[in-house]
């Protein structure tokens, strides 16, 4: 079979980060997994869901471990490379790290694809290694039925340099990097419903890297810091709110969304990975003012390769903001503020 012809998503169940397990059943298999001693050293383990293991080896450093893999979300071998492992490094973009080394996780179909789809998507992944400094030094492969791509990745940070998604204060601003929208434009991609101006947009938003995140590490304005991937917007502001023990309010005319999703999603081209966030969140996850429920999916819609989300001092966030700019973030925007906790809502989505 030509590459060229090759549909990649025809031979995965879901893509990207809609691949997750949904929030409510990861957080029941997780609630019996058997927890380690405390670990003096570990300075980030399983407990706030954040998005790496930090461990210190020294006053100066430590050490981040990641890894993160999924089925294609394009079917361009090589875009669904460059995009895995961007979703990959952004990991450590998130602790305020900075990458070292990366090594790929490959399933494959070995029967039913050319070996030259999975060249171009080590091609890919080698390129945004090199986008990003660091080598892609080695992996492990495995014979699989449906093809899988990602990367373990090795970061270093400054132990005083962490950023957790669990430190947010109350009077922080709320920051974001990337529009929303990247998996309903994923769903309309795979029914042959996005355009081209539309398909670009997306590829692009997924493929660029997080660099900012290593900045962004050694601001002492930045309390918490994450990345948006497959639980939305919603899910990962609320993870950052209950690690905080505060709420969080998003102004809906604020958030950045590419422009196409709002309609896609009016029509009902939504990833079930939207629907299960939205039913798992609950009551924490609450909407406020003129929002369709249609477009409540907008927030729980599941991103890959997504932006940064951050708590930053109001004081400093201008400042902030005019440095992500500089650091050519696709955008920069204050999209919302932390709060005093309120009852059971945890993050508050309001239309003016």
């Known amino acids: 079979m030509p590459m060229e012809q090759v549909c990649l998503t025809k ?4 893509g990207g980060c809609g691949c997750k397990i949904d929030p409510a059943a990861l957080h029941e298999i997780l609630a019996k997994v058997p927890r380690f001693a405390e670990v003096p050293n570990l300075l980030v383990g399983i407990e706030s869901a954040d998005d790496a293991a930090v461990y210190q080896i020294n006053e100066q450093q430590a050490i981040i ?13 090589y875009a669904f490379g460059r995009i895995a492992a961007s979703n990959s490094i952004s990991d450590v973009y998130a602790m305020g790290g900075t990458p070292l080394m990366a090594v790929s996780i490959v399933g494959f179909p070995v029967n039913k694809l050319p070996l030259n789809v999975m060249q171009e998507i080590m091609r890919g992944g080698v390129e945004t290694c090199q986008d990003a400094g660091i080598p892609l ?7 699989n039925e ?4 990602g990367l373990c990745v090795i970061g270093m940070v400054d132990p005083r340099n962490i950023k957790k998604n669990s430190s947010a204060q109350v009077g922080d601003v709320l920051i974001t990097t990337k529009p929303l929208g990247i ?3 994923s769903t309309a991609l795979k029914v042959k419903s996005l355009s081209q101006a539309g398909y670009e947009k997306v590829v692009r938003a997924m493929s660029t890297l997080n660099k900012a995140g290593a900045w962004l590490g ?3 304005s930045v309390h918490a810091l994450t990345d948006v991937t497959g639980f939305g917007l919603g899910g990962h502001a609320l993870e950052m709110a209950r690690g905080a023990n505060v709420s969080m309010i998003l102004e809906v005319n604020q958030v950045p969304v590419m422009e196409e999703a709002w309609n896609l999603a009016t029509e009902g081209i939504v990833p079930g990975g939207a629907y299960r966030n939205l039913a798992a969140f609950g009551n924490a996850l ?16 599941p991103q890959t390769s997504g932006g940064l989300l951050m708590a930053v001092a109001p004081e400093a966030a201008d400042a902030v903001i005019a440095k992500l700019k500089e650091l050519e973030c696709l955008v920069a925007e204050k999209i919302g503020r932390v709060v005093a906790a309120e009852g059971s809502s945890a993050v508050i989505i309001q239309a003016p």
């Not at 471990?65 to 071998?77: E, G, Q």
């Not at 030094?137 to 014979?143: E, N, R, T």
């Open 286 to 301: 609450q909407f406020r003012g003129n929002i369709s429920t249609d477009h409540q999916l907008i927030f729980t819609d």
């Open 137 to 143: 030094a080695g992996g492990h492969s495995i014979d």
């Open 146 to 149: 449906e093809p899988i791509f």
């Open 183 to 185: 998996g309903i434009m």
């Open 218 to 220: 050694t601001q002492a």
């Open 65 to 77: 471990v990641t890894n993160d893999f999924f089925m294609p979300i394009v079917d361009d071998p």
């Open 11 to 14: 031979y995965s169940h879901g």
